[in-house]
């Protein structure tokens, strides 16, 4: 079967730079998702690695190594509004339209 | 453009009623999606549809049925609603090809 997993919580403060890793086992890989989740809130995308190596967008940037079935997700200069869930998602092997979801890491920015 | 919209917000039912739990996206999207989400959970699938007058089952669809109406909406229906599926359920939608999923706003659903 695929599974990802991630940290359940990490804290930081502001300004603070921080990662929230992620690893997969999985027969077969298409890419990895992440997307930030507020209370109360709906997911958002923030970004997709189909290839190896960072991708980076504003304050936030991911990595992926497919050789080490491990990816990243990068946030800089942390501020207060980026306290949220953050979750790792990829394609299912079996049916890529299906994602596959990390159970989430829940992010507390301190002043 | 609304993006994806659901309806209701907020539901409270007594076990044993019914519902149905409504979802549109006007992005021309090809791909559904329902989900739920419950505390340490993560996001389960409960149903998806690839494209409209198909639907498939996800991770966890028993006590669910769904109907991709068009291509714009996807309805999940609860038939005698369950203490256990008190969950906040969303819908999602994609293009194909995309790997972005677009999210409503969720539904807030309480069974007493």
């Known amino acids: 079967g695929q599974s990802l997993e991630q940290p359940s919580e990490v804290t930081a403060v502001e300004g603070a730079i921080v990662q929230i890793n992620c690893t997969y086992q999985?027969?077969?890989?298409?890419?990895l998702s992440w997307y930030q989740q507020h209370d109360g809130g709906a997911p958002t995308f923030l970004s997709y690695?189909?290839l190896d190596g960072l991708e980076e967008t504003g304050r936030f940037s991911s990595f992926l190594s497919r050789s080490d079935s491990y990816g990243y997700l990068l946030l800089q200069e942390l501020q207060m509004k980026d306290s949220a869930s953050y979750f790792c998602?990829?394609?299912?092997?079996?049916?890529?339209?299906?994602?596959?979801w990390g159970l989430g890491t829940s992010l507390a920015v301190n002043p | 453009n609304a993006g994806v919209t659901q309806t209701p917000k907020f539901q409270v039912l007594k076990t044993g009623q019914s519902m149905t739990l409504q979802c549109a996206q006007d992005?021309?999207?090809?791909?559904m999606y329902w989900y739920r989400q419950d505390p340490g959970m993560g996001l389960r699938l409960i149903y998806y549809?690839?494209?409209?007058?198909?639907?498939d089952k996800g991770e966890v669809p028993n006590g669910y049925n769904v109907s991709r109406l068009n291509k714009r909406e996807f309805s999940l229906r609860l038939e005698s609603a369950a203490p256990s599926q008190t969950s906040v359920y969303f819908c999602?939608?994609?293009?194909?090809?995309?790997?972005?999923?677009?999210f409503g706003p969720g539904t807030r659903l309480l069974v007493l």
């Open positions: 999602a939608s994609t293009l194909a090809g995309q790997e972005t999923q677009y």
């Open positions: 992005m021309n999207h090809n791909s």
């Open positions: 549809s690839a494209s409209e007058g198909t639907t």
């Open positions: 999985t027969s077969g890989f298409y890419g």
């Open positions: 690695n189909a």
């Open positions: 998602a990829a394609p299912n092997a079996g049916n890529n339209r299906k994602l596959i």
